[in-house]
């Protein structure tokens, strides 16, 4: 089962759950600090008092891509990690 089922079933499985779990830290508060809403809301109550709006808002943009980047590349790793098990069958072929 762990060399024959396993591979097989994580290849599918784990493209869905990683989508899954960007959504899932995307769009709730688990990081307060790191959702959209509140990064966006931290970001105007500090150009409120600096003036400086656009500077802030592009600070905030960057933070964002850079959080969703990171996600993105994981899951890619992992995908590639789980990927590796189908190119090793197809080359003993």
Not at 23 to 39: F, G, R
Not at 51 to 74: Q, R
């Amino acid at each position: 089962m762990r060399r024959t089922i396993l591979p097989q079933a994580s290849r599918v499985a784990v493209p869905p759950l990683a989508n899954t779990f960007i959504s899932l830290i995307k769009d709730t508060s688990l990081a307060a600090v790191l959702t959209v809403p509140e990064i966006f809301q931290a970001a105007q109550r500090i150009a409120s008092v600096t003036y400086e709006p656009l500077i802030l808002y592009t600070e905030t943009a960057l933070i964002y891509l850079v959080f969703s980047s990171v996600l993105s590349a994981g899951q890619q790793k992992l995908e590639a990690r789980f990927g590796q098990h189908l190119h090793q069958a197809q080359e003993t072929k």
